[in-house]
DNA sequence: TATTCCGATAGTGAC
DNA sequence: GTCACTATCGGAATGAG
């Protein structure tokens, strides 16, 4: 089940055949999973699926690296479609999020600098972290928005606009996990998970006092 | 209930105000009680009484150290006697060993090289570490005869028939603590503390087997 | 940076 | 090197056809 080449797996996969636990939606370019291990209250993994047809083998689509560096034009179009079904994905998470807990919030929406599992895959989730499968520093500092390790889709696609692509994974990542807790809230640092998690959950508390009556 | 400071407490109370559950005996100058935590089958504490008409201070028996340094010839007859007492209870352990398990087998008596707990005592133990009680690689370390912190009360003995003595606690008693654990008995190195707990039990186990037909 | 399991390691608080 | 508690850190196995 948790192994390293399950989304490669969905993504070569006929959608219809991919259970609806798992599968959210797809398009002709992409497909949009539920994260098996979500961090936040809303979690989706959006993948690029695997296209005969395409300028991309399913090797080619191992990660960030192995994408931009086949073909920078192409690459830009495929992280165009995965940023496009993010989109569409967003407007359901914001409806959904109303239906539940009667307000919105931010949505992030990125790649992580240094992946373990194979096939790109670029995250969506809610900007919370509150959810009991958020269990390390690790977990936590792979999507804090200010640390570097979590590559925003817009960054990512501003890559394409400069004269040289950066190189991915740099070695710098991993030292980024290590990063002292911080509240990507209000920056408060935190010695430990157990802290950080109850700090998180207030600070989510709040917002949600804050904003309902609206 | 554990803190650093009870053996002083026990060593200048009444004796007959020590629970007989604490209090294994006592004579002029020691008393003997059993260790509350066993590392070995059988494990006691000989402590030296505080004695207001004696050459110690309770404070000049808080370690090695300070009772070696106070006065050579007085820390020797000191030395002596915490001996004595513990052979008279080498001889109870030994006949509790055969009533028990048909046996005897080797009883280490020593001091630790640095203590945490305040008050000089002499541990006399069987040579088994076979007990819930040792749970870490300190513990294990802190009793090996061939590691050099367990310090055999025959070579603190002769110490004084040399011109100088130690210095006590010498800084390198912290990192034998941490060397790999190795079997007592036959040298093998193991891993962890399951595995070596495991191979103890075997060891004692197999004595048991070899020695019981005597 | 997939999770989970096991175990070592580190810091604390104890009264 | 007092214990017990909490949490972190570090390695190894993992699954599936």
């Not at 209000?186 to 009556?213: F, V, Y």
């Amino acid at each position: 089940m948790a192994n390293l080449t399950i989304l490669r797996t969905y993504a070569q996969k006929d959608p219809s055949r991919i259970s609806e636990s798992i599968l959210f939606r797809h398009d002709e370019a992409t497909i949009t999973i539920f994260d098996a291990y979500p961090k936040s209250i809303f979690h989706f993994l959006v993948l690029p699926r695997v296209d005969a047809s395409g300028p991309f083998t399913v090797t080619d689509l191992a990660n960030l690296h192995s994408v931009i560096y086949k073909n920078k034009e192409d690459a830009r179009k495929l992280i165009q479609k995965l940023k496009d079904a993010s989109e569409a994905l967003k407007v359901d998470i914001e409806a959904e999020m109303i239906n539940r807990y009667g307000f919105k919030w931010d949505i992030w929406t990125g790649f992580h600098g240094s992946p373990s599992m194979v096939h790109l895959h670029l995250h969506v989730l809610s900007a919370d972290m509150c959810s009991e499968r958020m269990k390390n520093k690790k977990h936590y500092n792979s999507f804090h928005p200010e640390l570097g390790f979590f590559l925003d889709i817009d960054t990512v696609l501003s890559w394409f606009d400069e004269t040289s692509l950066p190189i991915l994974p740099s070695p710098s990542y991993e030292k980024l996990l290590k990063t002292p807790l911080s509240c990507f809230h209000c920056g408060k640092e935190t010695s430990n998970i157990p802290t950080l998690k109850r700090h998180l959950q207030e600070e989510w508390d709040m917002k949600a006092t804050r904003e309902k009556p609206k």
